[in-house]
């Protein structure tokens, strides 16, 4: 099978390049880089056009904007998460894909006790949409899958995890880690577990939006406690009154999901954090001043 992966020199992307290219599929690479085969920057479209003469069974989308919720980074979000995607119709359309599997986000449903929904999450759930309407109107099959919080061994997670990759860089160099409470649970699912969906989706031909929650959810006060049990060091953590505490987040229930999908998470945060530890890799966690 050819598919092409957009972003797939991120996290995930480059994850699930290389399981892909595992099981003897041909990837072609699409992004900004001037080495990708098919060069979009989402900001502003592609580069030199598309390429003649490539076609793909499939597209897998995982790239992404994480701004915040200021003016700036609203409208940055919008642009690269939601308006590229009509940039991404025109490219299914042309390489004559017939599926495309989107990496969403949970961050896309309405907290239905708070009905807040971020900026990303908002730019994520237009780009389903667009998507879905762009797609379908020309008979390609469209599915997403709306992660929890995607984690790695590597610390790449860090620039959108930032109080995960904080927890490992105090726990793994034994310092006193000061953190506010928890108001509720935060839920991390690992990229390879994501990867191997993204995959199932594709295999199966899952068609629509499926929220894809781990199981275990835990506090940031639970990962700090298996962080520095696992770490053995001789720091520790306290939770502090006056900081701002960690607010509710909604995660939906994902057996259904997983049961469509032929596939369930099988690292958990003990086996996640465990693998940070065996790779040496925990020097490349943090920021250490995250507020």
């Known amino acids: 099978m050819r598919v092409v992966i957009i972003g797939h020199t991120s996290m995930l992307g480059s994850r699930l ?43 897998y989308h995982c790239a992404a904007a994480f701004g915040d919720d200021s003016p700036e980074g609203s409208r940055f979000n919008d642009l690269v998460n939601a308006h590229s995607c009509y940039w991404i119709i025109e490219m299914c359309m042309a390489i004559d894909c017939r599926h495309l599997v989107y990496a969403g986000s949970t961050s896309s449903y309405v907290d239905p006790e708070t009905y807040y929904i971020s900026s990303y999450g908002f730019s994520k759930a237009r780009a389903e949409d667009i998507l879905h309407w762009g797609l379908s109107r020309v008979g390609i099959g469209f599915a997403s899958l709306r992660f929890s919080q995607l984690y790695d061994e590597n610390g790449e997670c860090c620039r959108h995890q930032q109080w995960f990759g904080r927890i490992i860089a ?17 839920n991390f699912i690992h990229v390879d577990d994501a990867a191997l969906m993204m995959q199932a989706a594709l295999e199966n031909r899952v068609i629509g939006c499926l929220g894809l929650s781990h199981p275990e959810s835990l506090t940031y006060k639970d990962i700090a406690a298996k962080a520095f049990e696992i770490f053995a060091s001789k720091g520790n953590f306290i939770e502090v009154p006056g900081k701002t505490p960690f607010r509710k987040v909604y995660f939906p229930d994902s057996m259904e999901s997983f049961a469509k999908l032929n596939c369930w998470p099988s690292i958990n945060m003990n086996d996640g954090i465990n693998m940070i530890k065996r790779a040496g890799t925990a020097n490349k966690y943090g920021p250490m001043d995250v507020s």
Do not use: E, W
Request: glycine share 12%.
């Open 17 to 59: 390049s290389k399981l892909l290219q595992k099981k003897g599929h041909k990837v072609i690479t699409c992004g900004r880089d001037i080495s990708s085969d098919i060069q979009l920057d989402l900001r502003s479209g592609f580069t030199r056009g598309i390429p003649s003469g490539i076609k793909a069974d499939a597209v």
């Open 170 to 186: 105090y726990a793994s160099s034994g310092k006193l880690l000061r953190m506010p409470r928890s108001n509720g649970t935060r």
